[in-house]
């Protein structure tokens, strides 16, 4: 393990679970060509978002899963740009259906808090912000899919609204590993830190 540099205060921090549900990641999900289900086994984000959910629970640190949850037709969804026209197309994450369920072993749990969204963004036209707030929260850990699109948004946002960011880099995936670099190692680099997981265990228990 490299040495630890990382610091974060376990009783102002939140950790937040982004768009683990069946049609993002599922073998037979919508999203199923995207190339996301296999990136996200090469990373073993399962394992590693189970071992952060679990010790944050076990610390009462807040968890907070971040769903897109579409509306029957995707109805109300402005498709202003492609990625939104390939959602409402493919009909993903809508409500009630088996794919906007979570994947095994991502369900929310007792004290956990779900936060819906209709836009890439965590915190785009959501309670996201107030939760954290009223949580007595000034940073919080990123983990999910999909790392080039609404962790990379969701992280802008909280940055410029003044919290910490942290994004773990192996709780997190992409189309592949060209794009996970790609989000992690431009834009990303200047607005959040980038920890792998044993990182943030690690500073999550000191």
Known sequence: MSELTLDIDSDSTALLVQDMQRDNLHYEGANKDSGVPEHAEEQNIYEHIEALMDTARERDIPVIHIHYIAEEDAAGLAQNAAIFSDIAADEVCIRGSWGAQPMDGMEPQEDDVVVEKMRVDGFRGTNLDNLLRGFGVDSFVLTGVFTNFSIESTARSGADLGYDVTVVEDA?????????NAA???TLTQMTDIESTEDVLTALTE
């Open 172 to 180: 997190t995936a992409s189309f592949s590993e060209e794009w996970q």
């Open 184 to 186: 992690l190692n431009y």
